[in-house]
């Protein structure tokens, strides 16, 4: 017997929170962040991670009964402030599962983007329209959830259907 909630995490200050399980009504949220001056000298907003409200959606479920999957991060030194950007989030994300005690695992995009999107869907902007629309097939009712796709959970949807 798999776990009973999967979360999936689209990584990224840009990216959603999916859950999924068995006897557990779907939800998706919006990565919960802040905006603050960076630690730079030079005025410099930085975007991060809302721990607090990134642990209030974990707690609603019975951390034994979750298994987290976390998307790894996009690491492209020619888009070196967001690499930096997704990999600090991705740590913090971390930090706060390790704390809780829930289970994790990471999972390439591309592994469930093999099993959840059509076969032939090449680049970024076809795959968040895919994304979107498979998503929308599967979860109706987040239909006017304002975002370019649906990773977050189709990751949980991944992580569910293959009892991770």
């Known amino acids: 017997m798999g776990h009973k ?3 999936g995490i689209d ?11 068995n006897g557990v009504e ?5 990565t919960p962040i ?10 410099k907003n930085v975007t991060r991670l809302d721990c607090i409200a990134f642990k209030e959606i974990l707690d609603k479920y019975n951390h034994n009964d979750i298994c987290v999957l976390m998307e790894r991060p996009m690491i492209n030194p020619t888009r070196w402030t967001a690499s930096m950007s997704a990999i600090r989030c991705w740590e913090a994300m971390l930090i706060m599962v390790e704390i809780l005690g829930i289970s994790h695992q990471f999972i390439d995009s591309k592994e469930w983007q093999r099993e959840m999107l059509p076969k032939g ?3 970024s902007e076809e795959q ?11 979860f109706p009712q987040f239909f ?7 990773d977050g959970i189709l990751i949980a949807e991944y ?6």
């Open 5 to 7: 909630v999967y979360i």
């Open 11 to 21: 990584n990224g200050t840009t990216g959603t929170i999916g859950i999924v399980g």
């Open 26 to 30: 779907p939800q998706i949220y919006h």
């Open 34 to 43: 802040k905006k603050e001056q960076d630690y730079t000298k030079a005025k």
């Open 121 to 123: 869907v090449k680049g």
């Open 128 to 138: 968040k329209k895919a994304s979107l629309d498979i998503g929308n097939r599967l």
């Open 144 to 150: 006017d959830f304002k975002q370019k796709d649906r």
């Open 159 to 164: 992580a569910r259907r293959n009892n991770k």
